[in-house]
């Protein structure tokens, strides 16, 4: 035996693990398919990496239990991540929301993550497809193309089959089947929502995008939604969708923080305008023509009934879009649910029943918001395993 730890996946999980459990003395072998290590790094936040977020609280993921992630997410923060960052020299910026993003390219995250590899002693192998893995007398055996690995632990950090053309797989959840661990059900996330053909209308402003206040139950996220050729997307839709089940509504606010009777106080302003000029003051003149066109209401302001234009700003708070879908795992940022937390360790990640078995990063059922979030709960978890393999 010549490694104390295999770590299956060098991406944002497996790459930070590695580098932790090495800089501990651990012999490390990370081993991944593809080509290069971290290609979701490198296409991450538009090529620049929103690599953590200053508001990183458990509240901010999903997951069947919504308290998993507070432990290993105390451990290892954003600030801690940033002193790493700082440590490289690497510049960055506060975008907004408290998204942190280079300033640069998302390429020096993971060259500081493969120098941290490299410095600490962890080999990286790509181009090492996995085939069996089996676990007998303490050791889990791994054969990867040619080569065979074994050793006391084992890392599931092959994240989740969100994007595959990049060469994403639900590798993680056959391999915690095996050894009998429990899944939930795995689903898109973060993903744009599509509109069956009544909404048209909609459909014909792709492209079109206004600050709104998306919600799905009690989820409300105050962001930009952006109209498109097969429905809704932007960020608010993105963090709405991960909420979103089919059969259920995704309300739009258009006009969040108007209050107060504000259409009727336009009547009264301006009683020759139209619906749509009035409505066009505050939203791109395309959805406010939509908007407007919807309602119905033609006539001028001063000759539309106070009745009708308190309806119409009631709608327009609230309108509700039925998405018969979404654009599913291809344009997917992230995957919901995965390996199931009540498996594992918080602490430490290790699964309950199998000792050595670890899992970490998206390959888990705890799900971030956009905003670098994904990232964080990435390095966190791998910290954990890290810390413990
Ligand atoms: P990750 O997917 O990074 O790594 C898994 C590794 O396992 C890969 O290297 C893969 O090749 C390997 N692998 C998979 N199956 C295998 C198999 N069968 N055999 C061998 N190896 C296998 N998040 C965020 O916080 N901020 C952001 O800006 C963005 N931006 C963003 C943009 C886009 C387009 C996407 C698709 C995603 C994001 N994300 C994000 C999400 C973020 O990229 C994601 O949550 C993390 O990369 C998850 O890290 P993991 O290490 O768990 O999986």
Not at 285 to 302: I, W
Request: proline share 5%; hydrophobic share 45%.
């Amino acid at each position: 035996m010549t490694h104390d730890v295999i770590i299956l996946g060098a991406g944002a999980a497996g790459l930070f693990c590695a580098a932790t459990a090495a800089a501990r003395g651990r012999r490390v072998v990370v081993l991944d398919h593809a080509e290069k290590p971290g290609k979701k790094i490198l296409i991450s936040g538009g090529g620049r990496c929103n690599f953590t977020n200053l508001h990183t609280a458990s509240d901010r993921y999903l997951s069947e239990n919504p308290h998993f992630a507070r432990s290993a997410l105390s451990r290892f923060t954003p600030g801690d991540f940033i002193a790493l960052v700082d440590a490289h020299g690497i510049a960055w910026h506060e975008k907004t929301l408290g998204q942190l993003f280079c300033d640069g390219s998302a390429r020096q995250i993971v060259d500081m993550l493969m120098d941290q590899c490299a410095a600490a002693g962890a080999q990286v192998r790509c181009n090492s497809p996995i085939g069996a893995v089996r676990h007998a007398d303490g050791l889990f055996h791994v054969s990867a193309g040619e080569s065979a690995f074994a050793a006391p632990s084992l890392v599931i950090a092959t994240g989740g089959p969100a994007i595959p053309k990049i060469g994403a797989t639900g590798f993680a959840y056959d391999l915690a089947r095996q050894f009998g661990l429990k899944v939930v059900q795995p689903r898109p996330a973060l993903v744009p929502l599509t509109l069956p053909a009544e909404a048209a209308l909609f459909r014909e402003l792709s492209g079109i995008a206004a600050p709104v206040e998306a919600s799905c139950g009690k989820a409300r996220f105050p962001e930009a939604a952006l109209f498109t050729h097969r429905g809704l997307s932007g960020p608010a839709i993105l963090q709405v969708s991960s909420y979103w089940k089919r059969g259920e509504a995704v309300r739009i606010d258009f006009l969040p923080g108007r209050t107060g009777d504000w259409l009727l106080d336009a009547k009264r302003q301006r009683p020759r305008a139209g619906l749509r000029s009035v409505l066009g003051e505050a939203l791109p003149e395309r959805l406010a023509t939509a908007l407007a066109d919807q309602l119905g209401l033609a006539a001028e302001m001063g000759n539309l009934p106070d009745k009708a234009l308190r309806a119409a700003q009631a709608r327009l708070h609230a309108w509700d879009f039925m998405p018969d879908g979404s654009e599913g795992f291809a344009k997917a940022e992230v995957t919901a649910g995965g390996i199931s937390t009540a498996e594992l360790s918080q602490r430490t990640m290790e699964a309950r029943k199998v000792p050595g078995l670890f899992a970490i990063g998206e390959a888990v059922d705890v799900t971030g918001w956009l905003g670098g979030y994904n990232f964080q709960w990435a390095w966190a978890s791998a910290y954990a395993a890290g810390m413990a393999a």
